[in-house]
């Protein structure tokens, strides 16, 4: 019996174990089947009760009869022009907010890679901030529920595997807009030699999703604005700027081993040159 005392608590601890593991597993299991929906595995730095409320901070979406909503359809129609051009790839590509693409997505403007491999911090300073950005449109995203533009126009989006999503996901304002406006703040901070180039790319990453016919102009207009202020909120967050600090260090670093950014950085350039012609104001409106 003194040998089986001994023995016995051994056992249990190694059923517990088991179970344990076996709960994790299952846990794991579920997160992957519902990974396609996140954009990483990473929290953002703020906590969901002080990140901005985009339904407190822009008006409603464009009403029915309004030049707003006029000036939305016409740089809809005319940004559909680019449909199969190479400024629809870059679209196409933008609208991947999944890791390790949507990393690249500024490393021509950097002129330097940004991966897990090579700056692990400005890596994670993306990935951790993509959630921030993008959680701040909720407010108004959900209470609007606003249609997209390829719901209406019936035209095709450059992400025809995410329509399913995109039709139940309200439109107004743009959560990929104000992801790619807060990097194009941040890494103006991480690289402020280059704030024009960056800021020009934080642009073009919002105006993808109108060219993709995902968005509207309006939707895009307000989400830089959301992107803006989950930037400035962030700046309260301690290790927000740690980040930012071992980020600038980091990027450093790899333009002194003289490490280029895998892209086809000329390609991009004269892609992101295209824009449709403009277009006449509709006169029946």
């Known amino acids: 019996m003194s040998n ?88 196409a590509e933008d609208a991947n907010l999944k890791f390790p693409l949507a990393a690249a997505a500024f490393s021509c403007t950097l002129n330097a890679p940004i991966t897990e491999q090579d700056t692990p911090h400005l890596y ?29 126009n019936k035209e095709p989006t450059c992400t025809p595997n995410n329509e399913t999503h995109l039709r139940n996901s309200g439109s107004y304002p743009s959560g990929h807009t104000a992801i790619g406006w807060a ?13 024009d180039a960056i800021l020009s790319r934080g642009r073009a990453f919002g105006q993808s999703r109108v060219i993709c016919n995902a968005h509207w102009q309006s939707d895009v207009i307000e989400g830089r604005f959301v992107g803006a202020a989950a930037v400035a909120r962030l700046h309260s967050d301690p290790e927000f700027r740690a980040a930012i600090v071992a980020a600038k260090a980091e990027l450093a670093a790899v333009r002194a081993k003289g490490l280029k950014p895998v892209r086809d950085c000329e390609a991009e350039a004269k892609a992101l040159a295209l824009y449709p012609p403009a277009a006449p104001w509709p006169a029946n409106k």
């Open 124 to 152: 994670t300073l993306l990935q951790r901030t993509l959630e921030d950005a993008h959680s701040s449109t909720y407010g108004a995203k959900n209470h609007y529920k606003r249609t997209r533009p390829f719901v209406v």
């Open 183 to 195: 990097w194009a703040l941040i890494l103006s901070e991480v690289a402020p030699e280059q704030t």
């Open 4 to 91: 089986q005392r001994k023995i016995f608590p051994g056992k249990i601890v190694f059923a517990l174990t088991c179970i344990l593991l076996m709960a994790s597993c299952a846990s794991f299991a579920t997160e992957s089947r519902i990974a396609p929906e996140k954009s990483n595995n990473l929290k953002g730095y703020l906590p969901a009760e002080v990140l901005p409320n985009s339904l407190a901070l822009i008006p409603p979406p464009p009403a029915e009869g309004s030049a707003s909503l006029v000036l939305d359809e016409v740089v809809s129609r005319t940004s559909l022009t680019l449909r199969g051009t190479p400024r629809w790839d870059i679209a």
